[in-house]
């Protein structure tokens, strides 16, 4: 069996998609905990804190979105278009990390599981298969 065809790679491509959902509720219902993952601080002023709440939400919804298409191609779809999915859900990941690299700080919390999931995309894609 090509190692594409592995059933622990769609169960590890579950996972992720757990894992984004989770990032997605945690965001909308804490925003300001959700913050943490980038390293940046908690606005102070009330409009300014509402407007960062609103785009908590934003970033919570897309989550929620990449983990529920991550299952959809999981279940319903094939290793390939599952690997593609996976290996854009980590270029997400990527520009998230490049967003809080211009800032100085929170790069690697983004950067340290973007190739976890490129490397379970790329082996769903069949790169490694034996031919």
């Known amino acids: 069996m090509p190692l594409s ?5 769609r169960l590890a491509a579950s996972a992720f998609g757990t894992i ?5 509720i945690n965001a909308i219902l804490r925003p300001d905990h959700a913050l943490t993952f980038f390293e940046f601080a908690p606005p102070v002023g009330a ?3 509402r407007l960062v709440d609103s785009l908590m939400a934003v970033y919570g919804i897309r989550n929620i979105f990449m ?3 991550i299952y959809a191609a999981a ?3 094939t290793s390939a ?26 790069q690697w919390s983004h950067w340290g599981y973007a190739p976890m ?3 379970v995309g790329s082996l769903l894609l069949g790169i490694f298969d034996r031919r």
């Open 5 to 9: 065809q592995a059933g622990g790679l």
């Open 20 to 24: 984004f959902i989770g990032f997605g």
């Open 47 to 49: 409009a300014d804190h």
């Open 67 to 69: 983990g529920l298409a």
């Open 75 to 77: 279940f319903l779809g």
């Open 81 to 106: 278009s599952l690997g593609l999915t996976l290996i854009f859900a980590s270029a997400v990941a990527v520009g998230d990390g490049a967003v809080c690299w211009t800032h100085g700080q929170g």
């Open 117 to 119: 999931i490129a490397v």
